[in-house]
């Protein structure tokens, strides 16, 4: 059974940081590029950065410069990290893989609540 598990949402100030982490199983991790998309009430769902198995990294403009993404390929866990967070970044964050021989993103996470309020 495949399952992308994240964690590391919740409440913090503008300027804070968070760390989302997102736990793969079931699948061949090293098959995967892995992103991270976002979704605010009564906006599309939009990408955030993803990270190739290689490493390869690209990012939307709006966070270049105060996120991150990373990945541990023993541990088949993709990490967000972010910083000097705004309001604007509310959103549920998700997680996905995106087959490298298809193209296609085969799987989701269940999504985390970010909030960036004072």
């Known amino acids: 059974q495949v399952q992308l598990v994240e964690s590391g949402g919740g409440l913090v100030q503008p300027g804070g940081s968070l760390r989302l982490s997102c736990a793969a199983s079931?699948?061949?991790?090293?098959?995967?590029?892995m992103g991270w998309y976002r979704q605010a009430p009564g906006k599309q769902r939009e990408l955030v950065a993803k990270?190739?198995?290689?490493?390869?990294?690209n990012f939307a403009d709006s966070v270049k410069g105060r996120f991150t993404i990373s990945r541990d390929n023993a541990k088949t866990t993709v990490y967000l990290q972010m910083n000097s967070l705004k309001p604007d970044d509310t959103a549920v964050y998700y997680c996905?893989?995106?087959?490298?021989?298809?193209?296609?993103?085969?799987?989701w996470g269940q999504g985390t609540q970010v909030t960036v309020s004072s």
């Open positions: 079931g699948i061949s991790f090293n098959f995967y590029t």
């Open positions: 996905n893989a995106q087959n490298i021989l298809t193209g296609r993103i085969d799987y």
């Open positions: 990270i190739t198995n290689g490493g390869y990294t």
